[in-house]
């Protein structure tokens, strides 16, 4: 087995069909390097916790092949299973048991000494930030302290490579920050792999060295989130009129500049075929026009114009990314 | 057992005695429905002692066997709740993300169910005893009678384990309560079966396990000791334990798809 393949991940036509229903995997290849980030987005329903659950042995494939970490997710399930760790959708903990006692129960069932136990489930709780509340019944948790509970679960018995399905998911951009950070640094500095699903456009292009995009069980789009985003190449430029009487006009005049973009009701989106470079004619075309501007914004291409472009639609709460200024793709803005 | 095997077992007792000692809406109900019930009829059905060839002249003992079982009952209702959550919240999965063997899961999961039984059989017996209630096997038979009761609990315990697998829902689990009291009130949970003169109710009842179970109970208290009752008792419990535990394993490995 090769350095890189014992601590990657290779998937080749994995395919998951459920009784009376459509294939919810539907012949992925992909493969993971050792150390890397791999960002698996995509919107719900598109197939993403059910790759996981495969390549976790959580869910016998229909067809295809994957190996984690140079095991066989088949035939090699114990020692698929002794490789990884993972943090699955919605943090499974027991609202009963304290942070603790779950990091007791853990690192005794991964079978570690019993004086390795103690020190190893204290030192994950001091590397989450949850120390303090250790003893603490895990039901009155915070979802991010729950999240990072999972996190430091996950890593009880020192995994290769680590599944996160949706780690994020609810969680204020405070907790999302330093999760990614932990994220982060697990990779940069211990080495693990990560295979991180989400759909949240930011957290991909944040913390994924690649991008894998998943539609209807399907493989759409996959590289760096440079690479994808250079695919599209074209900023958008989305402007909102001072005078809804001008929506009209407003639209004649930037469909000069490029083809329509999705947009919210009030504004206007053309995608610059001239590139930025373009601002400021538009600026001074509507001025020419004499149509107020209310809010003009120039958009740096996004994944979720790659996911546009790759599907046809705007992945789903990609409305709610942009509304987060911290983590928005603008690069321009400007109010008149 | 090996080591690994044992301390599998041992975490997951540990964690499932926790729980319950942790939910006092399981142990409460648990101890004082039975106890309740146990009132209402040693006071509403005394007059049946009056019965020619009723066993004792004490209603109080014949009845006290009832709440036994009664206590079994929920027994099925926090074990297979228990795992019922465990399904639903993913808990399961992180579990088997480990190398958990399922033995030692199931095992686990019903120590709390022994701690439950334990709990409810002393305070039972005591209760009883404090009330005027008899018991002619003397300290050993409340010792066997405790052992009994909580291989009862156990016994019925792999049956609410069984449901939440099969099911998965702690609903579906809950949902069972009326069906086993069914099988408590179609025993001789209120006469003796030789005084149950209503044909298809005898019939019933002379078929019904709980019946067996019951008299096996009320032998420590009424009679003293026999054996055969007694042993009878044990092997209906331990019978139901290993077929509700033969259930439950298959039913986690259709569950738990790991490969």
């Known amino acids: ?336 | 057992m090996s080591g690994s095997l044992r301390n599998q077992v041992g975490q997951l007792a540990h964690r499932s005695v926790l729980r319950t000692l942790r939910q006092p809406a399981q142990i409460v109900p648990a101890i004082v429905f039975p106890m309740f019930l146990l009132a209402v009829n040693a006071g509403g059905l005394k007059d049946a002692t009056s019965l020619p060839g009723f066993p004792t002249d004490s209603y109080l003992t014949f009845i006290l066997a009832v709440p036994f079982l009664q206590g079994a009952l929920f027994s099925v209702m926090n074990s297979g709740t228990d795992l019922a959550r465990d399904i639903e919240t993913g808990f399961l999965n992180r579990l088997a993300l480990t190398p958990l063997r399922g033995a030692a899961l199931l095992s686990g999961l019903l120590a709390g169910a022994v701690v439950l039984g334990l709990v409810q059989a002393v305070v039972y017996l005591s209760v009883g005893l404090i009330a005027g209630a008899e018991l002619a096997a003397g300290a050993p038979g409340a010792l066997v009678l405790v052992l009994l009761s909580v291989t009862i609990t156990v016994a019925f315990g792999t049956i609410g384990l069984f449901a939440a697998l099969r099911f998965g829902s702690g609903e579906a689990v809950q949902g069972l309560f009326p069906v086993f009291f069914v099988f408590l009130f179609l025993s001789a949970m209120t006469l003796p079966l030789d005084l149950l003169t209503t044909d298809w109710f005898h019939a019933i009842a002379s078929v019904n396990p709980v019946t067996y179970l019951l008299e096996a109970i009320r032998s420590l208290l009424i009679e003293g000791w026999n054996v055969g009752q007694l042993a009878l008792g044990f092997a209906i419990a331990l019978a139901i334990g290993t077929i509700g535990m033969a259930a439950a394993s298959s039913a986690l490995k259709t569950r738990l798809v790991r490969t």
């Open chain 1, 1 to 336: 087995m090769s350095e890189s393949s014992r601590g990657g991940i290779e998937v080749e036509a994995l395919v998951r069909e459920f009784k009376n229903g459509p294939r919810a995997v539907d012949g992925i290849d992909l493969e993971v390097a050792q150390g890397e980030i791999y960002g698996f987005l995509g919107p719900n329903g598109a197939g993403k916790s059910t790759t996981v659950l495969m390549l976790t042995t959580l869910l016998p494939p229909t067809a295809g092949t994957a190996r984690v970490g140079g095991y066989d997710v088949v035939g090699e399930g114990p020692q698929v299973r002794a490789t990884i760790g993972a943090a699955l959708q919605e943090a499974a903990l027991d609202p009963l048991l304290t942070g603790r006692e779950h990091m007791r129960l853990q690192t005794a069932l991964h079978g570690l000494a019993k004086r390795e136990r103690e020190t190893r489930g204290n030192e994950l709780l001091e590397r989450v930030g949850l120390a303090y509340a250790a003893d603490r019944k895990v039901g009155g948790y915070s979802g991010g302290m729950k999240r990072r509970l999972d996190l430091a679960l996950a890593l009880a018995h020192q995994p290769r490579i680590l599944f996160l399905d949706e780690p994020t998911t609810g969680l204020d951009i405070q907790s999302r920050t330093a999760l990614w950070e932990e994220v982060a640094r697990l990779a940069s500095e211990d080495g693990v792999t990560v295979f991180l699903t989400t759909q949240y456009l930011e957290e991909a292009d944040a913390l994924a060295n690649r991008v894998g995009i998943i539609d209807h069980g399907h493989l759409v789009a996959e590289g760096t989130p440079t690479e994808l985003k250079a695919e599209i190449g074209r900023p958008t430029v989305e402007a909102i009129p001072r005078s809804a009487d001008d929506r009209e006009r407003m639209m004649a005049v930037l469909g000069r500049f490029g083809e329509g973009a999705g947009s919210s009701p009030r504004a206007v989106a053309v995608r610059l075929e001239g590139g930025e470079s373009q601002l400021a004619e538009v600026v001074r075309a509507l001025d020419a026009e004499q149509i107020a501007i209310e809010h003009l914004q120039l958009h740096a291409p996004s994944l979720d114009d790659v996911f546009l472009a790759k599907t046809g639609r705007s992945l789903e709460g990609a409305d709610e990314q942009a509304a987060e200024p911290e983590t928005g793709e603008t690069e321009a803005v400007a109010s008149a």
